[in-house]
């Protein structure tokens, strides 16, 4: 007996989609038979969401990406700085500076893999490089109010991170990741 599964409706026709049957039908052979969602069989064209199309980025999806590039690229520097003074200098407890060390390294990889998903217009990033800005400001905040040499770093921090808000809300930005509300028109 034909085995026919209704597994979902289809919503851009309205018909039920079955999946493949056993007996009756011909190898190859795929009347009848569709992917839910409107998934199609062929493959997909080179569009906007292709990493080797740079010029469907927005200007300022770019200017996030680097900049929470930049973040962590400088934390992955940190890390590094700090498990070197772990080998040259004398710190009070080896393995809580190394667990330290490896920590930051560890963290750097939020905002790097966040940027590389912003540089290919991938939709998952947004939300981690919304949060490394959101970490940023009070980190800045604390810099510029220990003073000194401090004060630039943090004012820097927080210039970056306000900027990258900026960038990633805005309107080019939600529309090129896919993040935009029904209806809304970038401006």
Same mark, same amino acid.
């Given at each position: ?65 680097? =900049? ?62 919304? =949060? ?8 800045? %905040? ?16 927080? =210039? ?8 990633? %809300? ?6 090129? =990741? ?10």
């Amino acid at each position: 007996m034909p085995c026919s599964v209704t597994a979902a409706r289809s919503p851009l026709r309205g018909r039920s989609v079955r999946g493949p049957r056993r007996g009756g039908r011909r190898p190859g052979e795929r009347r009848g038979w569709r992917y839910a969602g409107g998934v199609s069989e062929k493959a997909a064209p080179e569009g906007p969401r292709s990493p080797s199309a740079p010029a469907a980025r927005p200007p300022r999806t770019a200017a996030a990406a680097v =900049l929470t590039g930049l973040q962590g690229l400088v934390t992955a520097g940190l890390g590094v700085l700090m498990l070197v003074l772990v080998v040259t200098g004398e710190p009070d407890g080896v393995a809580q500076a190394v667990t330290g060390a490896v920590t930051v390294l560890a963290l750097a990889a939020i905002p790097l893999s966040a940027a590389l998903g912003l540089w290919r217009l991938r939709r998952w990033a947004r939300g981690p490089a919304v =949060l490394v800005q959101i970490l940023c400001l009070p980190i800045g %905040f604390e810099l510029v109010a220990q003073g000194g040499l401090l004060r630039p770093a943090g004012l820097a921090l927080m =210039l970056a991170a306000a900027a990258a808000l900026v960038c990633l %809300f805005s309107a080019q930005t939600t529309e090129a =990741l896919g993040t935009a509300a029904p209806g809304s028109r970038p401006v």
